[in-house]
């Protein structure tokens, strides 16, 4: 018993002590609970703001003044959250009535910001453009069955190149004559005088120069390709006797003449195509010598040549980087090409693309023409749509979609342009009696042939292009959202008939100032063209902006000939010159810019 109470006591002790160090332990200092009575205290304060107690002064400047004592009594009861509602539809109110006072809004501040919003969209496109990003979807914002086409012309032989810079555009003939045209105003620029003349929807032709055989400082052959630099500072020529010539714009005085001599570095075969790229005046040339060469215009000095092309050069495109496209005709390749890493990717063309028709077994006679698979022979034209996708156009009428990444076309469409009815025995045999075929079924039965892709042009970052042939048509084209995909979007069709009587008097206006230029009889003119067909070949195409950001549309310029450039294989009846289209917008606005994390 004495053994277990002195344990108990033990214990008791042991507890007691231990409690006694804890309390001693935890004892706090006297300055402690000041220290941290205050976070308390604000969080109390902070507390009673957010409920909304009208204990505190510092609530006093949410309180309107407008308030009377009586609206006052009657908001002491009113719920915080409801409270919370009513402030700042006041203030809202107030402002508006302090406005109205004023005389209304600030025109300059509305301004201000419109000009804001405006660099907010331009930066986003800047910046998606020199991320190589397709970032302008205006396609379906064109009318292109609406459009406005009035033809233009000076010479005698046929249209073989166009290009445009600002509001001049430069078209280069076979009979060694370069022009340089003045677009229509616009309406807006034109003003809205309806008492005075209407201004001519044609371009004013500003200034005309023509090589001739045997001279030094022009051509000596047919010009077969123009371009022009985006500063306008530049405009570029080539020919069939092989040189390149660089020309002032402003009174069209060539500068420096490349010829095919060594110590030029110049082309050794005929000058076929040029480009310049993006916001520099760097050019790039593509020849029948199978080279692609570079040229720097600011130093008027030449830079580098690419080799790799097993045929001729017959087309070449480039935007804002280093790289471009070009297309081998008989090679059936289509070439990126990588400057600043001297490397290439080929990709290669050839296909006819699989039949249209069901039975893939039947004989070739059984399956419709237009269904028919067609051997691409040629690749002739190219332009590309952003830094990683380009679409090329081929003498089997097709159009193929390319990606850098990847080696076969993504898509491609067949007969753009549609088939050329089957020509007669007598046209096509040299023959004297052709009546009866080798072919004992009866005489021969010739076969309807594609139409070739004949030029071509694109908007950059932008998912619209144009392609002609000789159908009688310019046709739009849109790529899909995803890039995957090609979509016609119908012809430039005009529903206005063209305007004959400007025409006789331009014709008689040139033959006044200079008679000799008087390329075609008067009787031509009683040639209507009033359902928008293009009589002839279309030779090249551009396009571009009627002006900032295409607000108001775009411009669509094509080269007409009664023969293809490259050669005399075909005659067309019809007149040469060049035509303009003014494609107007379904609906104005600002918005053309589409995010690139969108696309």
């Not at 204990?55 to 009657?74: K, V």
């Not at 050069?313 to 081998?328: I, K, P």
């Not at 990683?388 to 067949?414: C, E, M, P, Q, R």
């Not at 072919?439 to 694109?458: K, N, S, Y």
């Amino acid at each position: 018993m004495s053994a277990h109470l002195g344990k108990s006591f033990n214990v008791g002790e042991f507890d007691n002590e231990s409690s006694a160090k804890k309390r001693k332990r935890t004892t706090p200092d006297i300055s402690a609970p000041a220290a941290r009575s205050k976070p308390v205290k604000r969080k109390e304060a902070r507390d009673e703001s957010i409920s909304g107690s009208d204990g505190s002064d510092d609530d006093r400047p949410f309180q309107d003044a407008n308030i009377s004592d009586s609206e006052d009594e009657d908001l002491k009861d009113e719920d915080p959250a409801a409270k919370r509602v009513r402030l700042p539809g006041q203030t809202i109110s107030k402002n508006q009535k302090e406005l109205l006072d004023d005389g209304g809004f600030d025109a300059a501040d509305v301004d201000r910001e419109n000009l804001r919003l405006r660099m907010g969209q331009r930066l986003q496109e800047d910046t998606a453009e020199s991320k190589g990003k397709l970032y302008r979807l205006i396609a379906d914002e064109l009318d292109w069955s609406g459009a406005d086409q009035v033809q233009f012309r000076a010479d005698t032989k046929s249209v073989t190149g166009v290009a445009v810079s600002g509001r001049y555009v430069y078209t280069v003939t076979q009979d060694r004559a370069l022009v340089k045209w003045e677009l229509p105003p616009t309406t807006s620029s034109a003003g809205g005088d309806e008492t005075g003349p209407r201004p001519s929807r044609k371009p004013r032709k500003v200034l005309f120069t023509r090589g001739r055989k045997k001279c030094t400082n022009h051509h000596e052959k047919a010009i077969l390709c123009v371009a022009a630099s985006q500063d306008g500072k530049f405009v570029a020529t080539g020919g069939l006797d092989n040189r390149l010539i660089i020309w002032d714009p402003t009174n069209l005085k060539p500068l420096k003449v490349f010829t095919g001599f060594a110590r030029d570095n110049g082309h050794r075969d005929s000058v076929i195509s040029l480009a310049f790229r993006r916001g520099t005046n760097q050019l790039f040339s593509a020849s029948k010598d199978r080279t692609v060469k570079i040229w720097s215009l600011d130093e008027l000095a030449y830079v580098d040549t690419l080799f790799g092309h097993q045929d001729e050069v017959v087309d070449v495109s480039v935007l804002a980087q280093e790289t471009c496209v070009t297309v081998g005709a008989r090679d059936r390749t289509a070439r990126f090409w990588k400057v600043l890493d001297e490397s290439q990717l080929v990709f290669r063309g050839g296909g006819a693309g699989a039949s249209k028709s069901k039975g893939s077994k039947d004989r070739k006679s059984d399956i419709p023409p237009e269904e028919r698979p067609y051997n691409e022979g040629s690749m002739d034209r190219a332009a590309c749509v952003d830094d990683d996708t380009f679409v090329t156009g081929s003498d089997n009428g097709s159009l193929s979609l390319w990606n850098i990444h990847k080696k076969k076309a993504v898509f491609t469409y067949a007969l753009a342009h549609g088939l050329e009815p089957p020509q007669s025995l007598e046209e096509r045999s040299a023959e004297l009696d052709i009546s009866q075929s080798l072919d004992a079924e009866g005489p021969m039965i010739l076969d309807p042939q594609p139409r070739w892709v004949t030029a071509m042009a694109a908007i950059p970052f932008s998912n619209v292009f144009v392609t002609g042939s000789w159908d009688g048509h310019v046709r739009a084209w849109r790529i899909s959202a995803d890039k995957r995909r090609i979509e016609s979007l119908g012809p430039l069709a005009t529903s206005e008939p063209v305007d004959l009587e400007d025409d006789a008097s331009e014709l008689l206006r040139e033959a006044q100032l200079n008679p000799m230029e008087l390329d075609e009889p008067m009787q031509a003119l009683t040639h209507l063209e009033g359902d928008g067909q293009l009589n002839g070949v279309v030779n090249d195409l551009a396009i571009v902006d009627r002006d900032e950001r295409g607000k108001s549309g775009v411009y669509v310029v094509a080269a007409i000939g009664t023969s293809h450039r490259l050669g005399r294989w075909k005659s067309f009846a019809g007149r040469n010159g060049a035509v303009l289209f003014t494609v107007p917008r379904k609906v104005v606005g600002d918005g053309l810019a589409v995010a690139a994390d969108n696309v």
